[in-house]
């Protein structure tokens, strides 16, 4: 066997390098996660060096967020025609050139503009590496796979805090972009060497229609999601929605004519992969939103600096290698209801012990709620994500990977956004009663806003000689972010909790029920690509 890989897999032969292909896959699942969850803790630093407003600070996030969402499905389209490999590989020297250009500039729109570019490189990467282990193992060892896979993402959202904590140690906020270049450049290598090309043999046009009115669609409702909650439902809002809406309905209308629709939209009436798309969704609504807010809670009331709260979150990495092995010797035999159920039940229980956090509440309240949501995304991801990708043939492998990456990344934005915006007004609403009256009016607003301008403006009030006023506002705010937490958990756990029952019923007990497929659905033999 030559050092570079050339030949696509054989499904009737065993590929000697797929253990290792699979490791490259997931590690460059790890970047496209991971530059994420380390914003989080970047994004104090980002702040004072670039004097970024909390817009300029959004749009750094969303700036990711709307390319990486918006455009997966087209570009798992793409890759399943020409070449899946080389949508990975492009995806992932982008990645880095982003990176680099997002450690070297010195203004907001320079940095929101790195951002965006590296959302259109997750968005190459995720749905190619789904697709390519999915080409790589044969059936047997699939699911085995992708619950790798899926425990990679869940060892993401966890290492990524430590990582960024762990940099800014003794870097600057640059660091947490260029740690991404190095990673990038091993997964470049070692695909040629270990990931075997792949392709479907297929002479269909791609249904570009179809795939602009997705971008339109996703792209309009991504931003609504983001907007509508966090700044009210203004024009900017309600236009997206409107947008939203109508290129979902154009798009649905263009898929259900057209003879090679790029998804199509008959699917979502097989009970298993709507319910499995609908899980997804939800579990990643409740587990990023949740991760969102005790991150915070881990820095801002408990004082712990970017490091000590990466590490404080390990046990939720742990818990989902746990739970990933587990579900992969009980999903066989008890099958896919089962496990995603008991998944999404054990998610529910980490929110409702989440809803005992108060001011007083140390780091101990938090352990069992991380591990409970780590063995939750263990036990019931990736039974889900199988079930998603045994819906589609062979020659739509990236546009099967691109639905569940969709799903993801929708439930993740939907988690931060809604989660977040209850979170904030819960808080708003317990200090502002406080504070009104007793403070400027601009500090007041400033405290209110969130609890790291009440900490600003406590450092303020120190400064000028008043300690006391200073330690009973960080108080205030401690205990009304507390009470934040716990009201927030609990909407989150009724959502989870009633999902968890819309999930129960769509789901059969035992996977896909593999309808026959459509006439543009034939599968084809693989070719190189």
Request: proline share 5%; with cysteine.
């Amino acid at each position: 066997m030559s050092l570079l890989v050339t030949t696509p897999v054989d499904p009737d032969t065993d590929y000697g390098r797929r253990w290792g292909a699979l490791a490259v896959l997931c590690l460059s699942v790890l970047i496209g996660v991971m530059t994420n969850t380390s914003l989080i803790v970047a994004a104090p630093d980002m702040i004072l060096d670039l004097g970024l407003s909390s817009q300029d600070l959004q749009w750094v996030i969303d700036a990711y967020t709307i390319p990486y969402a918006a455009l997966m499905l087209i570009m798992g389209a793409i890759g399943d025609k020409y070449s899946r490999r080389g949508m990975l590989l492009a995806g992932l020297a982008i990645f880095a050139g982003a990176a680099v250009l997002g450690s070297v500039v010195n203004s907001a729109d320079w940095v929101i503009a790195a951002r965006a570019i590296m959302g259109v490189a997750a968005a190459m990467i995720m749905p190619a590496t789904l697709s390519l282990l999915v080409a790589t193992f044969p059936k047997r060892e699939r699911a085995m796979a992708i619950t790798i896979w899926t425990a990679t993402t869940g060892l993401a959202i966890a290492i990524g805090p430590l990582v960024a904590g762990w940099l800014l140690e003794d870097n600057g906020w640059a660091s947490t972009f260029l740690i991404n270049v190095p990673i990038a450049v091993i997964s470049i290598v070692a695909a040629l060497v270990l990931v075997p090309p792949s392709r479907a043999h297929t002479t269909q046009r791609l249904d570009l229609m179809g795939g602009g009115l997705s971008v339109v669609a996703v792209a309009a409702l991504v931003y609504m999601i983001i907007e509508g909650p966090r700044n009210g439902w203004h024009t900017p809002a309600v236009i997206a929605g409107v947008v939203a809406a109508l290129a979902t309905a154009g798009f649905i209308a263009w898929e259900l004519r057209h003879p090679n629709p790029m998804l199509d939209i008959r699917k979502f009436r097989d009970r298993a992969f709507a319910g499995a798309n609908l899980a997804v969704l939800l579990f990643f609504l409740a587990a990023f939103g949740a991760i969102y807010y005790v991150t915070q809670h881990l820095q801002f009331v408990l004082g712990f600096d970017a490091l000590a709260t990466g590490v404080r979150l390990l046990p939720l990495a742990g818990a989902v290698f746990v739970g990933s092995a587990i579900t992969g010797v009980l999903t066989p035999r008890l099958g896919l209801r089962t496990m995603v159920v008991a998944g999404m039940l054990l998610g529910t229980l980490a929110l409702v012990v989440l809803t005992r956090v108060d001011a007083e509440s140390g780091y101990a309240a938090f352990v069992w709620p991380l591990i409970l949501l780590g063995l939750a995304i263990g036990l019931s991801v990736s039974p889900a994500t199988d079930t998603i990708m045994d819906a589609f043939p062979e020659r739509l492998l990236g546009v099967g990977g691109a639905v569940n990456d969709t799903s993801v990344e929708l439930g993740g934005t939907l988690g931060i956004a809604i989660l977040g915006s209850l979170l904030a007004s819960s808080y708003s609403d317990e200090l502002g009663p406080i504070v009104d009256g007793r403070l400027p009016a601009e500090a007041a607003v400033a405290a209110e806003d969130s609890i790291g301008g009440a900490l600003v403006v406590a450092q303020r009030i120190g400064a000028a000689g008043m300690p006391d006023q200073a330690a009973q506002l960080v108080a205030a705010a401690d205990a009304a972010f507390a009470h934040a937490v716990s009201h927030t958990s609990l909407i989150a756990a009724i959502l989870l909790a009633v999902g968890t029952v819309s999930v129960a019923l769509l789901l059969p007990a035992r996977g896909i029920s593999t309808p026959a497929p459509a006439a543009s659905e034939t599968k084809e033999p693989v070719t190189v690509g």
